[in-house]
């Protein structure tokens, strides 16, 4: 019903927008300021315990959602502890007075900080006018490193998209931002399906039994183990957070690549507030979508405790025909969702946070076409539908004082997604003698999580942080190949369960053996533990198999970092992340293992070294804002999913691996009306020692990433006579192309794509009316060529990005 009424509301002002989007493409990141700041009020609520100034000042960044730059190395002296509600105006003078800095605002939402000038009287307050233009770029503060740092200051290859970028763009989903972010690569097989990939390392564009390759989390807890992507809506969000990897110190298995946190914005204990979005979108060769959004917050104590939700609901028409069922657009899809999080302060140092997340995806049918028919079409008498359900509750207390930071939390994730596909292609191979056939697939992961932090106070030279780690939880697959009609006996099932448990000490030390060099050195124990029931049956019988397996060992990191001049910053890191194995129990029955070109019954653990050097830089009066790093890493064991020839899925070690690069981000504030964005990954990825066991080509690469990407983002931002403010945001970015497979067989190839995008808006305080054209061009490159494991040696699949789309939507703040 909310979809309906989003369309109904939007045809009297779609026109409006239409006009002057040509040529646009999306979006500068975090860097761009936000001319309004929504209802945001000059008093803030802090919890600051006494520290160094610019420690202090980063806190009071976070605490108060705003972005904060300039020269922060330059205050001296110790901050006084601050609790309660204070103005902006008042917490800064209270935190820089003293320290030979002050402080200006090029916009509501941005704090820039610099020298003094020497004074020969008492100082006065400190937002003495600087005579430098207040043009300068805010960072927004980042916590992956599981303490608050500006990531422009922090040794390591770190990304931030802030939340009022997110709202600007119109950005809703990860893969949404893989033109901002360098080198992160999505799959395109549909909502709720794909797989994140960072910095070129890829174990393949399949999702099967090995730990996903990029850790996801939620606040401060993980939501995936070997699952896709769930695809959460960035609804209400405050940032998100990527760190390349690998991250095996400080998060364990699952980070190789590296992490992507997404930091949604916490209960406001003292004002109400609301929000409501609604959009229609309008897609070339297929129909309308919809959308819409509404926030509420709520203080059920004023100043102790307040509730905060989203709800939303979201219809995408389809783009994808099906000449053979006569169907035009096949793959429609929705999502649905609601987030709620319950925020107590319980002492002025201690606050207690309980959150709940709940989201279900439909998707009609896949998104793929065959390249004989047409990059959009496609003739399976079979539909395709996947849902996606997910679940997840979490409970974190947070404390901090002289004494240092403490967090813990403790989780509990339910993942459960259901697909179909068109298995009449190998409907022979299993009896059915070429019938209509569907294979059906159910996977549900159940994960209880916990874990502890303290990090010590960082005005010491030596400083660090300790953690506790521990998992429990259990994946259940059930899989079943049969003909149709739905109910025909199954000529193929699996029931498969994997019980998995963890625990894990880690820990990190940092020495600032000068004011400008320092050394950090971590480490990671863990200790791992899988368990393995499954049962295949067909006509010919059944084959049960029950196996376990343990693991443990050590993950260590060591990192040097040089504060060459004040803007400059230059570190070297050497780091090491890890996958347990697992065992392999698909398959028909007479299936052979651990033979030549077959799959092992056991996959070993794989483990990846990354060595990078790296610089950041800050010049111009902080206009100027960038990132570069050079990198080489090298991965023993390669796992990876992979299927064989009947369709059903099995996870080998390939050989190994090693990818070198060059990657960089850099901001620029051209005036005070106009900001650039640059990012671009320039890397080598391939295959170093083959697996002989496993079939693939001396030359292969590292599939379904490619070896150049880049993007370009413009924002130009002005006021206007009458009133609202008007911003027009172009994005372009590349990708070079890549194979789907280690064998880089030419029939897989994807990629070699431009994408195009940009939105135009009028803001106000209190609403912002936007329009987005996606694709002006309406290209259909093969963005990636996977979408039925039964065609993969027998079709040759093109996965095209949504056609040229044109939406509008009205967001009004109370």
């Known amino acids: 019903m909310a979809s ?19 040529g646009l493409s999306a979006v500068p990141a975090e860097a761009a300021p936000r001319l309004f700041a929504g209802r945001l009020s000059p008093v803030v609520r802090l919890r600051i315990a006494a520290k160094p100034v610019q420690a202090a000042l980063i806190d009071f960044a976070l605490q108060a959602e705003l972005s904060l730059g300039g020269d922060l190395e330059a205050c001296r002296g110790q901050a006084p502890a601050l609790t309660g509600r204070l103005s902006v105006q008042a917490a800064l003078d209270r935190i820089l007075a003293g320290s030979g800095c002050g402080y200006r605002q090029p916009d509501p939402r941005t704090v820039i900080i610099h020298r003094l000038a020497p004074q020969t009287r008492p100082a006065t307050p400190a937002q003495v006018a600087p005579t430098a233009p207040p043009l300068g770029l805010g960072e927004v503060v980042v916590t992956a490193q599981r303490y608050p740092n500006l990531p422009g200051r922090t040794p390591y290859a770190i990304s931030v998209v802030s939340g009022g970028a997110l709202e600007r763009e119109a950005v809703t989903s990860l893969n949404d931002l893989t033109g901002q ?22 174990d393949g564009a399949f999702t099967g039994q090995a730990q996903s390759m990029v850790s996801l989390y939620l606040d401060d807890v993980p939501i995936t183990y070997n699952a896709p992507d769930p695809d959460l809506r960035l609804a209400d969000v405050e940032r998100v957070e990527v760190m390349r990897g690998p991250q095996g110190t400080l998060y364990g298995g699952g980070s190789l690549g590296g992490v992507m946190r997404i930091a949604t914005r916490k209960p406001d204990l003292d004002r109400y507030q609301a929000s409501v979005l609604a959009g229609l979108g309008w897609v070339k060769g297929g129909g309308r979508d919809g959308e819409f959004e509404a926030m509420a917050n709520l203080p059920l104590v004023r100043g102790r405790v307040a509730l905060r939700t989203v709800a939303y609901h979201e219809a995408q028409d389809g783009y994808i025909a099906n000449s053979a069922l006569g169907l035009r657009r096949a793959n429609e899809s929705t999502r649905s969702g609601v987030r709620a999080s319950v925020r107590a302060a319980l002492t002025p140092n201690w606050a207690l946070t309980l959150g709940l997340t709940r ?6 049918d ?28 979490s409970l974190t207390l947070t404390g901090e004082g002289g004494w240092g930071r403490v967090t813990g939390s403790i989780s509990q994730l339910s993942h459960r997604f259901q697909s179909r596909y068109d298995a009449t292609s190998v409907s022979t191979l299993y009896g059915l003698g070429g019938a209509l056939a569907a294979f059906d697939e159910d996977k549900n992961i159940d994960l209880t999580v916990g874990e502890v932090t303290y990090a010590t106070p960082g005005q010491y030279r030596l400083h660090g942080l300790v953690g506790a780690f521990a998992s429990s939880g259990s994946i259940r697959l059930g899989a079943n190949l049969h003909a149709l009609p739905a109910g025909s006996p199954a000529a193929y099932a699996e029931r498969r369960r994997d019980d998995i448990n963890e625990a894990a000490l880690y820990g990190e030390v940092t020495f600032d053996v000068t004011s400008r060099l320092s050394a950090t050195a971590g480490l990671r124990w863990f200790d791992f533990s899988f368990n393995t029931d499954s049962n295949v049956t067909q006509a010919s019988g059944v084959r049960g198999k029950q196996q376990s397996a343990d693991a443990a060992g050590f993950s260590p990191k060591v990192l040097i970092s040089y504060d060459a001049r004040p803007g400059l910053l230059i570190y070297a890191q050497a780091a090491e992340g890890y996958r347990p194995g697992g065992f392999n ?74 990818n070198w690069g060059i990657e960089a981000e850099a901001a620029f504030r051209v005036s005070g009306r106009l900001d650039l964005r640059a990012a671009a990954l320039i890397d080598d990825p391939e295959i170093t ?23 370009f983002g413009i924002d130009y931002h002005r006021e206007l006579p009458w009133g609202p403010a008007l911003r027009l945001q172009g994005q372009a970015s590349y990708v070079g192309p890549s194979y789907l497979t280690f064998d880089a067989d030419k029939a897989h190839r994807m990629g070699e794509s431009l994408s195009l995008r940009g939105i135009a808006s009028l803001s106000t305080p209190d609403w912002t009316l936007s329009a987005t054209l996606d694709n002006p061009l309406n290209s259909h490159p093969n963005s990636f060529s996977f979408g039925n494991p039964f065609l993969i040696a027998r079709d040759q699949i093109v996965t095209p990005p949504r056609p040229r789309t044109l939406s509008v939507r009205l967001t009004a703040r109370f």
């Open 359 to 364: 989201q279900w995806i439909n998707n009609q």
């Open 689 to 711: 020692k083959l697996n002989l066991a496993f079939s693939t080509r001396k030359d292969a690469d590292l599939p379904g990433v490619s070896r150049t990407s880049a993007s």
């Open 585 to 658: 129990t698909a398959g028909r029955i007479g299936q052979v293992f651990d033979a030549p070109e077959a799959p092992p019954s056991r996959y070993e653990a794989d483990e990846l070294w990354n060595y990078e050097l790296g610089a950041k830089l800050r010049a111009f009066d902080d206009r100027l804002r960038g990132r570069v790093a050079v990198f080489y890493a090298t991965w023993e064991s390669v796992q990876s999913d992979q299927y064989l020839p009947d369709g059903t899925a099995y996870t080998t070690n390939i050989g190994n691996g090693a």
């Open 4 to 22: 309906k009424s989003v369309r109904a509301g939007g045809r009297a002002w779609a026109a409006t927008l239409a006009v002057g989007l040509a």
């Open 366 to 393: 896949t998104q793929y076409g065959l390249r004989r028919l047409g990059s959009k079409v496609r003739d399976n008498l079979v539909r395709e539908p996947h849902d996606n359900d997910f679940d997840h509750t």
């Open 181 to 202: 972010i360098a080198g992160m690569t999505v799959t395109n097989l549909g909502p709720g399906r794909d797989k994140v990939m960072l910095r070129g390392l890829s």
